[in-house]
């Protein structure tokens, strides 16, 4: 309860202080950390002991403790503790029964939880000092939890913010999570034999969808690619400690090395790991490593599970979910994949700080092409580019928006045989960009590619053909706000006019073509109303070409790109 629900240390603290240098004991605040998780009466005998050699009195110790209750009543501060209903509301979505297990028993404080917590904690579910001989560090506490939940202690997880709480946890055999709310180095923590140790209870309640997934893996594995294994693998495992034993396999980072080789090095490692059809495989990178991650999971041994942990803005507001998976082949982008569901995606938000600001403006663009087919006022608000940049973890509302309209669509329509096409706007062309880009050896981030995909096909949707569309075209007051913010934020890509006729060859492959060389948009009639199976006819193809390059000043008529 306090320390992990409530804020409340630093004023029980300085209660105990008080109250006993009112009675001639020396002492700090820091020591009460200490002894966070022991009973009342406890803790007085404890320092009864240390400075004047002998227990308390039993009567003078009620009196002790009802003076501390009194005095950290007159502070007061029972602030809920930033994170912990998230911590709990996950908790629940995912089925599991929470106990409160505390050495209070202020009955006060104990009522306060269902005012602050409401519908967390049925009826029944808390240990408090009244029910227990023994407070902690002894495992009772935690044994009475188990008891009170029905379920074994290796079905269970402890969550605690005190080093003697986690030694109580421990000892009862429960996977016991450390989070560091007050001044206790993670060290008193790790020697406790803590699972897991949390900087904060924010951090914990972002990384715990991870924690459940791992400790419900039966077998879990590892990829991540060259730059995020040291960045954020590795600091992951300092945070969980499990995932530094977990096996795995690394591969080189870049778009390039989507390949064949990468994927067959992902599959010999789960081979020889003695991977099974029961196993997970947890994805720990950007686009490209969930890409090929949940390629390899959907085939390995005809389909394991996989979680997908993006680190890229891109990844987790497109690549992680929705179940698309693939390789590059033969030059040409995801041409070989499967559609296959991850078991789950973990959003971890601290990740935004590793990411230098080419990165977020590659995730940017797919934000702007989800909002720009589903959610107008989102893309009012995403125009406002500067401001997230000097802070992307404020874009964390939104990157939890588009992933819910994604999650919504694939559910509908998991196989993009109607509505999921609206996930495709900006995509025909921007792959049409980025497959140019790497056939000419100077290959573009997908982010970027689609960012210019988009000012095209937008261009598209203002000027083609009314009648095909119901009577409904783009209001072209629209592109001039949406082409200042490309020219201004993302680099040129180099194309020219000599380059449209290999543009559309490459739009004529495209997967998404239902019928051979012809070639299928998704277009806009506003902001959040999209249309799918659109096939403008090449003039206006080519006439939003010409006037996208009018509009960013990048298309030249000299010489060839490719």
């Known amino acids: 309860m306090d320390g992990v629900l409530y804020d409340s240390m630093k004023y029980h603290t300085l209660g105990w202080k008080r109250m006993m240098e009112a009675h001639g ?7 009460f950390y200490l002894y966070e998780g022991m009973t009342g009466p406890t803790t007085i005998d404890l320092v009864w002991q240390r400075q004047f050699g002998h227990p308390c009195d039993p009567e003078m110790r009620k009196a002790l403790y009802d003076e501390k209750t009194r005095i950290f009543k007159e502070i007061g501060g029972n602030e809920p503790m930033p994170g912990a209903m998230r911590m709990l509301r996950t908790l629940c979505d995912r089925g599991v029964r929470c106990v409160v297990v505390t050495g209070s028993g202020q009955r006060s404080l104990i009522d306060n939880i269902r005012k602050d917590y409401p519908d967390i904690f049925a009826e029944g579910m808390m240990v408090t000092a009244l029910d227990v001989t023994k407070g902690k560090p002894d495992p009772e506490p935690y044994l009475k939890g188990l008891e009170k939940a029905g379920v074994r202690a290796d079905e269970a997880i402890v969550v605690e913010n005190a080093p003697l709480g986690v030694r109580a946890g421990v000892a009862a055999g429960i996977a016991t999570m450390a989070v560091c709310t007050g001044p206790i180095p993670g060290k008193n923590f790790e020697d406790e034999g803590a699972w897991g140790i949390f900087p904060s209870m924010e951090e914990f309640a972002d990384m715990l969808p991870l924690v459940l997934d791992l400790l419900d893996a039966e077998s879990p594995y590892l990829l991540a690619d060259s730059n995020t294994a040291p960045l954020v693998a590795d600091r992951l495992a300092l945070q969980v400690p499990m995932l530094a034993a977990v096996p795995r396999c690394v591969i080189p980072a870049g778009d390039d090395h989507k390949d064949m080789d990468s994927l067959a090095k992902v599959w010999r490692m789960l081979s020889e790991q003695g991977a099974t059809r029961r196993s997970t495989l947890f994805n720990i990178g ?15 041994k005809r389909g394991m599970a996989c979680v997908n942990v993006p680190t890229s803005l891109l990844g987790m507001v497109d690549a992680a979910t929705g179940g698309k998976t693939g390789i590059n082949f033969d030059g040409l982008k995801n041409e070989v994949g499967a559609f296959s ?32 087919i589903a959610d107008g006022a989102m893309y009012e608000a995403l125009l406002d580019i500067d401001r997230f940049l000097g802070n992307p973890r404020e874009l964390m509302p939104w990157i939890r928006r588009c992933i819910d309209i994604k999650t919504g669509v694939t559910e509908r329509d998991p196989k993009e045989k109607g509505e999921r096409k609206i996930l495709n706007f900006g995509h025909t ?13 100077r290959p573009v981030g997908h982010g970027v590619a689609v960012a210019h995909g988009l000012l095209w096909e937008l261009i598209l949707s203002a000027i083609s ?7 409904s075209a783009l209001d072209t007051s629209l592109l001039y706000p949406y082409s200042e913010l490309l020219k201004s934020h993302y680099p040129a890509l180099g194309v020219t ?3 449209f006729d290999s543009l559309i060859d490459v739009m004529r492959h495209d997967k998404k073509n239902p019928v051979a060389g012809r070639i299928n948009f998704t277009l806009i009639d506003s902001p959040g109303v999209p249309r799918w199976d659109m096939y403008p006819p090449e003039e206006d193809i080519r006439a939003a070409f010409e006037i996208y390059g009018d509009l960013t000043g990048q298309v030249s008529s000299k010489t060839s790109h490719a």
């Open 25 to 31: 004991v020396e002492c700090t605040r820091d020591e």
């Open 286 to 300: 950007g686009g490209m490593v969930t890409d090929l991650g949940g390629f390899a999971a959907a085939t390995f």
């Open 341 to 372: 569901m991850p078991k789950d995606v973990v959003i971890i938000p601290s990740t935004l700080d590793t990411l230098p600001a080419a990165e977020i403006l590659s995730g940017y663009a797919e934000m702007l092409k989800t909002a720009l």
């Open 429 to 441: 062309a921007g792959h049409a960009f980025e497959s140019l880009a790497l056939m000419g050896g």
């Open 465 to 471: 053909c009314k009648e095909e569309r119901g009577g």
């Open 497 to 499: 006019c000599a380059d």
